[in-house]
């Protein structure tokens, strides 16, 4: 099957500045992050267990005659009908969607929102050719061409999930809380733990980005940008990323806010 195609729309956060309450809200597997922004600037950032998410939670936090609008990336399907219920005028992130790049993909319906509105949020904020790596409950790398295509990228497991599962599936091994290591080699089954978790996970890391940039750009040099919850810890001694940026899928979405008014 050949690849859908769709072509860019160029990006410009300054398209629609009367747009002045926007509700910016991402479903993960584990947590819902939902933001108010005003005209360019988002506000203090909500967390709320996706699993445990209820329209009367939202409507609390972000009461209706507050908004002008509603963006909302989902990778949980079953989550989505919750914000539909809770707010009108809700943008669901989709391949449809206006993301100022275009995609390049076989099967675009099967690229999950949050890629989207990363790739998004690149584009506006930090320019193409480029990868994206969002550290969640899985390791995502998405890839941006030099004429601003979507093209694919990587999936591997998240380092959570990776440390929870030697947790569970071992009698001994202990759930521990991730942090930089002191030393490579532990003196306990703790720090073993986490310079095997840590030291490792960059390992894996770095591959992968040498992997993608010998393949896709060998004459180029990409922006590398790391977010999501363990882009600090792991970016931060990963020599490939030039920019950690920890909002990157809202602002993305507060893109996607302008270029669909």
Do not use: W
Not at 11 to 25: G, K, T
């Amino acid at each position: 099957m050949p690849p859908t195609r769709t072509a860019p729309i160029a990006s410009n956060s300054e398209a629609h500045p009367d747009m002045s309450r926007v509700l910016l809200i991402d479903i993960s597997n584990s947590f819902t992050k939902a933001a108010m922004a005003s005209g360019n600037r988002i506000g203090k950032v909500h967390r709320f267990p996706t699993s445990t998410l209820t329209e009367a939670m939202l409507k609390k936090s972000f009461p209706r005659r507050q908004l002008d609008g509603v963006v909302l990336s989902s990778v949980v399907p079953s989550r989505t009908p919750i914000v539909e219920s809770a707010f009108s005028n809700v943008c669901v992130v989709g391949p449809d969607t206006a993301l100022g790049v275009g995609i390049d993909y076989p099967n675009p319906a099967t690229i999950g929102a949050d890629r989207l509105a990363n790739a998004a949020g690149c584009a506006a904020h930090h320019g193409f050719p480029a990868i994206v790596v969002d550290f969640g409950t899985a390791v995502t790398f998405d890839v941006i061409s030099e004429k601003g295509y979507y093209i694919g990228g990587v999936i591997a497991p998240g380092l959570e999930a990776m440390t929870n599962y030697l947790h569970t599936r071992t009698a001994l091994l202990p759930n521990i809380r991730l942090a930089e290591p002191a030393k490579a080699v532990g003196r306990t089954t703790r720090e073993a733990m986490l310079s095997g978790a840590v030291h490792g996970y960059r390992g894996l890391v770095r591959e992968i980005l040498q992997q993608i940039r010998a393949e896709t750009f060998p004459r180029k040099h990409p922006r590398i940008i790391a977010t999501g919850g363990d882009a600090a810890l792991i970016g931060s001694r990963v020599d490939f990323f030039d920019d950690i940026d920890p909002l990157l899928t809202l602002k993305g979405l507060l893109a996607i806010a302008h270029l669909n008014p």
